[in-house]
């Protein structure tokens, strides 16, 4: 587990490590943030239970993001390491935060709990409803979403279900290539979301200086 610059938590823990199962598909595509930040890119995905202990270990009540650098809720990541990871994050003090491209694989979690935030990125148009289906159904049950359209990379704002969500980042790609949104992108998805904890990043910040400074968390983390 180690402290993160990632802005909307505190600490990252990656009990999973390897090349995300995601990357080269149409899931992901060839753009992946944490590729370079990633020691263990050329490896398959093996698991690391060691991690679940420094979880476990830490008294001081924190936000922690579960799987920063490999998606653990890829199809590809066998059933019995995600329930050991989802056992721990039940039992954690802390708040949980989880993030994937796959949100349908949250079903299979089956057990809610007040700690845990299921979060789903979807940086276009394609995904974007979809997700938000599958949003809403795990609120029904009890549990608490949040949406990430980081990077906003084309207009997703009308294809949004702002009760799909407790909260929503924004984040523009970084890197060699990165696709440049466009403002008006993003002032969609803040009145679409209005009246929702709303968590525009640094990257897109120093773009767009001029842009609300909307930096609330739907677990009221203070940045």
Not at 40 to 45: A, F, I, L, T
Request: proline share 7%.
């Amino acid at each position: 587990m180690k402290k993160s610059k990632i802005e909307w938590t505190e600490f990252t823990a990656n009990p999973i490590r390897g090349r995300c199962p995601h990357f080269g598909t149409a899931m992901c595509g060839t753009y992946c943030y944490a590729r370079k930040r990633n020691p263990n890119w050329d490896k398959k995905p093996f698991f690391v239970p060691g991690v679940l202990d420094g979880i476990n270990k830490r008294k001081k009540s924190a936000t922690i993001f579960i799987g920063s650098v490999i998606d653990i809720w890829a199809d590809a990541i066998p059933d019995k390491i995600l329930k050991e990871i989802y056992g721990t994050a039940i039992a954690a003090m802390h708040t949980i935060l989880f993030c994937t491209k796959n949100p349908s694989r949250y079903y299979s979690a089956q057990i809610v709990s007040s700690n845990i935030w299921f979060g789903a990125s979807t940086p276009d148009a394609s995904k974007a409803a979809t997700f938000c289906d599958t949003l809403s159904i795990l609120r029904s049950h009890g549990a608490q979403t949040y949406l990430s359209a980081e990077p906003l990379m084309e207009p997703i704002a009308k294809y949004l279900d702002p009760e799909a969500y407790g909260g929503i980042i924004i984040g523009a790609m970084t890197g060699t290539g990165s696709v440049k949104p466009k403002k008006q992108w993003v002032l969609d998805i803040i009145t679409v979301s209005t009246g929702k904890p709303i968590f525009i990043k640094d990257n897109l910040l120093s773009i767009y200086p001029d842009l609300p400074r909307l930096r609330e968390t739907a677990w009221a983390l203070k940045k």
